[in-house]
């Protein structure tokens, strides 16, 4: 009896040490899967505001982008129409010979060449295709130079480029931010694994301290699934 009740209590003694030795393992994984998982949310913390941004300056530069080539086009519109008045008053006046549809040579004497001579290097072009067309001759010929594949504007390109940068950056700073949200939460999750880990060693009944390390095992091996499973930033 006395050798019966001597190894009782140091096979209680044995568990009870062991369970703290799993409390304390528990605790330094928790504690440093809680570090990473702070170090993550801080930086996607960062990428979402550098993403915004980078958002709302592409999203100002396509608006001063657009407003310049619509400024242009007023101008491009404008000089269309006082070359084609021009060209017209010229054609009546005897300055210039009716344009035959075949290529088109300005006058520099004549208003009309001064115009022309004067369009932009991105509107010639479009003049030019429109003009070859025969418009006065052609019933079928396009309405304006405007409608004119040829007719580009950069201004309005380099607009919706820097519109789809924005709308890029837009969606990047909210999987940032979901990114960092998921790190919190593995973070919130380490900090309870934590807490339990503490606890145990409080109570008394070691079947009690078993469940509540178990519990804290469980929670570490779910968020660091979680952690595995999260893009990393360094």
Known sequence: MPESDSSAPASGSTFNSRLESIASIVLAVAVVLTAWAAFEAAKWGGEQSIQFSIAGA?????????????????IDVAMYADFVGAYFDDVESGKVVPYDGTSFVPTPETFSGFLYLRLRDEFRPAMDAWLASDPAGNPDAPTSPFVMPEYTIAEFDEADALALV?????????????????????????????????????????????????????????????????????
Do not use: C, H
């Open 58 to 74: 592409s999203r100002t530069e396509s608006t001063r982008a657009d407003t310049r080539g619509g400024q242009l086009a007023q």
């Open 166 to 234: 924005a709308d890029q950056a837009a969606v990047d700073a909210r999987a940032a931010n979901q990114n960092g949200d998921n790190y919190v939460l593995t973070a919130v999750l380490f900090a309870a694994v934590l807490f339990f880990s503490g606890v145990a060693s409080k109570l008394e009944s070691r079947w009690n301290r078993l469940a509540v390390n178990i519990i804290g095992i469980v929670g570490v091996v779910i968020g660091a699934i979680i952690l595995l499973s999260l893009p990393i930033m360094i």
